[in-house]
C-alpha cells in the first residue's frame, strides 16, 4: 500500500473588474484543482462560466471558516489540489482566505500563488504618493474604541496610508480621518479597471464637503500621505515632564493635563493619571 501524497492549496488570483486581466495561468490552476474554495460562490460562478470552468465549488467565507477550514484541510492532506479564490483580487489580503493559508503550512500543506491583481497595490501605483514606505491597514475597526485607537496610531506614521472602505460608510470614515489625522492629501480610487474608474485627487477637508452622504458607489480604495517627518511625535512620559513643569510654575493639575493634551495630542486622561 503506498502512501497518500497530500494535495496543494493555490493562492489564486482574480480580476479586480475587468475580466481580461485574468491571466492564463490563473484560468488553468482553477481549470485542473479539484476543487476551487471561494468567498461567495455567486460571484465566483459568473467568472467560471465566462471562462467555462466547471470545477466544483465550496463555500469558505468569514463566517464559516473555522468550520470549513478543518473539512478543507483534510480534503488537501487526503491528495485533492484546492484553488483558493475571493471575489475580487488576491486571496488571503484583508480576507478570511488568510486563514486558511495559515492551516495548511501548519500542516505541511504546500501553498503556491497564482499572482493576480490587487486593489491596493493599484490603487497606490495610480495615486502618485509616495510608495517607498507604506501601511495597508485594509478596513477601518467597527468597534469606536478599537477604532480611535487604531486611527491614534497612525496619525504619527509618516509612511502612506491604504485603506480600504465600502460605499454606505465613506462619509463618516471621511470625517473619523479628518478629525484624527488633520487635513492632508487624499486620494479615492473607485472601481478600479471597471468602466466608471475614477482616480480623485483632494484634500481630506475638500472630500468632507464633496461628499456628505455616501455620495461616491462602488468599491473603494483611500489613499492617505502620511504623517510629517518633521512632526514631533510625543510619547506619554514627554506629556507628563510637561505638565510637571506647569504645575511647577503654579497651574493647576488640571489645567496642566489639559494643556500638555492640546499640545502633545495624547489624552487628558492619560496625562492626568501620571501626574503626582
Same mark, same amino acid.
Given at each position: 500500500m503506498t502512501e497518500q501524497t497530500c494535495g496543494t492549496l493555490f493562492v489564486t488570483g482574480t480580476p479586480i473588474?475587468?475580466?481580461?486581466?485574468?491571466?492564463?495561468?490563473?484560468?488553468e490552476a482553477l481549470e485542473s484543482a479539484d476543487f476551487i474554495a471561494a468567498e461567495d460562490t455567486r460571484v465566483t460562478l459568473k467568472l467560471l462560466n465566462h471562462f467555462d470552468i466547471k470545477t466544483p465549488m465550496v463555500s469558505y467565507h468569514e463566517h464559516n471558516r473555522n468550520q470549513k477550514g478543518p473539512e478543507l484541510l483534510a480534503r488537501i492532506l487526503n491528495g485533492e489540489d484546492?484553488? @483558493?479564490?475571493?471575489?475580487?483580487?488576491m486571496p488571503a489580503i484583508s480576507d478570511p482566505g488568510q486563514d486558511l493559508v495559515d492551516l495548511c503550512l501548519e500542516h505541511g500543506v504546500p501553498v503556491h500563488a497564482v499572482p493576480g491583481?490587487?486593489?491596493f497595490a493599484t490603487a497606490l501605483a495610480l495615486s502618485g504618493m509616495d510608495s517607498r514606505r507604506f501601511t495597508f491597514e485594509g478596513f477601518l475597526e467597527v468597534?469606536?474604541?478599537?477604532r480611535r485607537a487604531q486611527l491614534e496610531?497612525?496619525?504619527?506614521?509618516?509612511?502612506?496610508?491604504?485603506?480600504?472602505?465600502?460605499p454606505h460608510k465613506l462619509s463618516a470614515t471621511l470625517?473619523?480621518? @479628518?478629525?484624527?489625522?488633520?487635513?492632508?492629501?487624499?486620494?479615492?480610487?473607485r472601481e478600479i479597471t471597471k468602466v466608471?474608474?475614477?482616480?480623485?485627487?483632494?484634500n481630506l477637508s475638500e472630500a468632507v464637503e464633496a461628499y456628505p452622504k455616501?455620495?461616491?458607489k462602488g468599491e473603494l480604495v483611500l489613499i492617505l500621505e502620511g504623517a510629517s517627518r518633521e512632526e514631533k511625535v510625543f510619547t506619554l512620559e514627554d506629556a507628563v515632564a510637561m505638565a510637571q513643569d506647569l504645575i511647577a510654575s503654579g497651574v493647576s493639575k488640571n489645567d496642566a493635563a489639559k494643556e500638555t493634551a492640546k499640545t502633545t495630542g495624547l489624552k487628558k486622561g492619560d496625562i492626568y493619571r501620571e501626574l503626582f
Open positions: 473588474g475587468n475580466l481580461s486581466d485574468f491571466s492564463p495561468r490563473a484560468i484546492c484553488a @483558493l479564490v475571493t471575489d475580487a483580487g491583481p490587487t486593489a468597534d469606536k474604541k478599537k496610531f497612525l496619525k504619527t506614521q509618516p509612511c502612506t496610508l491604504i485603506l480600504y472602505e465600502a470625517k473619523d480621518l @479628518l478629525e484624527t489625522l488633520g487635513d492632508r492629501k487624499l486620494c479615492i480610487c466608471h474608474e475614477e482616480v480623485l485627487r483632494m455616501n455620495d461616491l
